[in-house]
């Protein structure tokens, strides 16, 4: 015979099981890897508005001194979605480096650029032939940077071979053309805004207009074994930042608040940079950028954009 007091066990001991089922599972830990760099893209991810939450999500943030060294870290295995330059992610690609493009970060307008070249708010420098032979900086040799402005040169009548490039993290380089180390930079927000507000630099040219009107600058992506084990994972990811985009076009001062937290400048410089936000796949964003670098033998050979993207991202 069952006692009233087995049965009231048993039924608690159901209801907590039932109950516990119900809860939310615990969120699922993604080990994000981002360049030293900060733009309104980049601090999406930092958004407390529930919406992570809801997709059942958390984030552990690393910042890298470049997006090589972000892609290292995703192949090696020590992080799992990482952030870099299209440029770079093509060149990992054709070097046989898995990595899978999962949505675009960084949208570059030629209507609002975010990105410009500079030389010393009184350089003699007036155009780009006059950079002949001058040293300029880099955030990595070889990346979108560098290429796009070499080409720039060139087509401004320069010789993009006489220039001396030399690797500077970005928020070093604005200083030191002030102090006369280099002629020159290509800086991004809100590195080119503070520089301007400072009057260390003038604007000289915006060489990514060559590229296209509108690209994608910079990727979410990840590997291939990754986005292979963790489709889900990386569905809930990609969705989330469709939802944040949406959130930050109507939300620009939260933005504005985290950006310049992170990257350690005024928040009256950051309000000036304009918000260009992305997400998804969009291959027409992406060929471009592989056609010019092949044009200008930057890269081996161009490729369909389709190669180095997650087909679970297209669909």
Do not use: C
């Not at 992610?89 to 990105?115: C, F, K, N, W």
């Not at 590195?191 to 003038?202: K, N």
């Not at 471009?288 to 991202?313: C, G, L, M, Q």
Request: a negative charge; hydrophobic letters at 45%; aromatic letters at 8%.
């Amino acid at each position: 015979m069952i006692s009233r007091g087995s049965l009231l066990t048993a039924s608690l001991a159901a209801l907590a099981t039932r109950a516990a089922a119900a809860a939310d599972p615990a969120p699922t830990t993604i080990r994000l890897g981002l360049t030293a760099d900060v733009d309104i893209s980049n601090v999406l991810w930092l958004l407390q508005n529930g919406i992570w939450e809801r997709l059942g999500l958390h984030f552990e943030g690393t910042r890298l001194a470049s997006g090589s060294l972000v892609t290292s870290a995703l192949v090696g295995g020590s992080l799992d979605v990482g952030s870099a330059s299209i440029f770079g992610l093509m060149a990992a690609h054709l070097r046989g480096i898995p990595v899978v493009l999962e949505s675009v970060q960084a949208v570059y307008d030629s209507t609002a650029p975010s990105t410009a070249f500079v030389v010393g708010k009184d350089s003699p420098i007036t155009s780009p032939a006059q950079l002949n032979g001058a040293t300029i900086s880099t955030a990595a040799l070889n990346d979108l940077f560098s290429l796009a402005t070499s080409a720039w040169v060139d087509q401004n009548g320069g010789n993009s071979k006489t220039l001396n490039v030399i690797e500077l993290p970005v928020p070093a380089a604005a200083p030191a053309i002030a102090a006369g180390r280099i002629a020159g930079a290509f800086l991004v927000e809100p590195f080119l805004q503070d520089a301007l507000d400072r009057g260390l630099v003038r604007v000289l040219g915006y060489p990514y207009n060559l590229i296209a009107p509108r690209f994608g600058a910079t990727y979410w992506f990840s590997t291939q074994s990754y986005a292979a084990s963790n489709s889900d994972t990386l569905a809930r990811f990609r969705r989330g930042l469709t939802q944040e985009v949406a959130y930050a076009r109507t939300h620009k001062n939260e933005i504005y608040e985290l950006a310049a937290k992170l990257s350690g400048t005024s928040l009256q410089t950051v309000q000036h940079i304009p918000v260009v936000l992305g997400s998804g796949i969009d291959v027409q964003l992406i060929q471009p950028v592989i056609d010019y670098a092949a044009r200008y033998e930057y890269i081996a050979k161009s490729f369909p954009a389709s190669e180095i993207i997650d087909p679970n991202a297209l669909s």
